[in-house]
T-cell receptor
C-alpha cells in the first residue's frame, strides 16, 4: 500500500508570516496527482491546491503554493501572508495513478495562526 | 453550489446495533466515497463507488458494507456496531478520477 507522510503533527505561524507544511510520499508510478486539503475546525474539508506529477511547474493558488520535487517524492505547501482563517488541519493526499479513484491521505498537520 | 449532505451530524448507538449513515450529493458525480477520520491516523478509505450498484473495498472495509442504489445516494452500513467504530465518518464525491473531492460535514458516531 502506498503511504503519504506528514512529519509535522502541529505547526504554528504568526499572522502575515509564511509557513511551509511538509509532505512526502511513496510511489512507483510516473503519472499521478497530489493534493492539499484544508479542514477548518468543525467545518467541511475543502481542496486547497492540486499538482499533476507530469507538470514541472509548481501549482499556485493565490497565497498558497507548492514545492513539488518529483525525484525526492516531496510535496510541500507554502502559505504566504498567513491569515487567522488559515488555521485548520491540513492533509496531503495522493491518488493511485491511472484510472484509480482512490486517494491516500497523510495523517494531517494542525496549523495554528497566532495574531 | 456544490453540496454533499450527510444525514446525521452526531449519532450515539449501542454495541450490536445496526447503523446507517446516509450521504447525498447534488452534483451528478459518478464517484462517491466513505472515509473514516481518527486523530493521529488521518483519513482512511472504507469503501468507494464509481457507478450505481458498483462498489469497491477501500483500505479498512472490515465491519462495514455500503449501498448505492441511486447515483446521488451512498449509504454506509455498520451491521453490528462495535466500540472501535466510534469515529468521524466523512462522505465525499468526485466527478472523475483524480478529480476534486467534495466532502460532507461529517457524521460523528459514538458506539457505547
Amino acid at each position: 500500500a502506498q503511504t503519504v507522510t506528514q512529519s509535522q503533527p502541529e505547526m504554528s505561524v504568526q499572522e502575515a508570516e509564511t509557513v511551509t507544511l511538509s509532505c512526502t510520499y511513496d510511489t512507483s508510478e510516473s503519472d499521478y496527482y497530489l493534493f492539499w486539503y484544508k479542514q477548518p475546525p468543525s467545518r467541511q474539508m475543502i481542496l486547497v491546491i492540486r499538482q499533476e506529477a507530469y507538470k514541472q511547474q509548481n501549482a499556485t493558488e493565490n497565497r498558497f503554493s507548492v514545492n513539488f520535487q518529483k525525484a525526492a517524492k516531496s510535496f510541500s505547501l507554502k502559505i504566504s501572508d498567513s491569515q487567522l482563517g488559515d488555521a485548520a488541519m491540513y492533509f496531503c493526499a495522493k491518488d493511485s495513478g491511472g484510472s484509480n479513484y482512490k486517494l491516500t491521505f497523510g495523517k494531517g498537520t494542525l496549523l495554528t495562526v497566532n495574531p | 453550489d456544490v453540496k454533499v449532505t450527510q444525514s446525521s451530524r452526531y449519532l450515539v448507538k449501542r454495541t450490536g446495533e445496526k447503523v446507517f449513515l446516509e450521504c447525498v450529493q447534488d452534483m451528478d458525480h459518478e464517484n462517491m466515497f466513505w472515509y473514516r477520520q481518527d486523530p493521529g491516523l488521518g483519513l482512511r478509505l472504507i469503501y468507494f463507488s464509481y457507478d450505481v450498484k458498483m462498489k469497491e473495498k477501500g483500505d479498512i472495509p472490515e465491519g462495514y458494507s455500503v449501498s448505492r442504489e441511486k447515483k446521488e445516494r451512498f449509504s454506509l452500513i455498520l451491521e453490528s456496531a462495535s466500540t472501535n467504530q466510534t469515529s468521524m465518518y466523512l462522505c465525499a464525491s468526485s466527478l472523475a478520477a483524480a478529480g476534486e473531492l467534495f466532502f460532507g460535514e461529517g457524521s460523528r458516531l459514538t458506539v457505547l
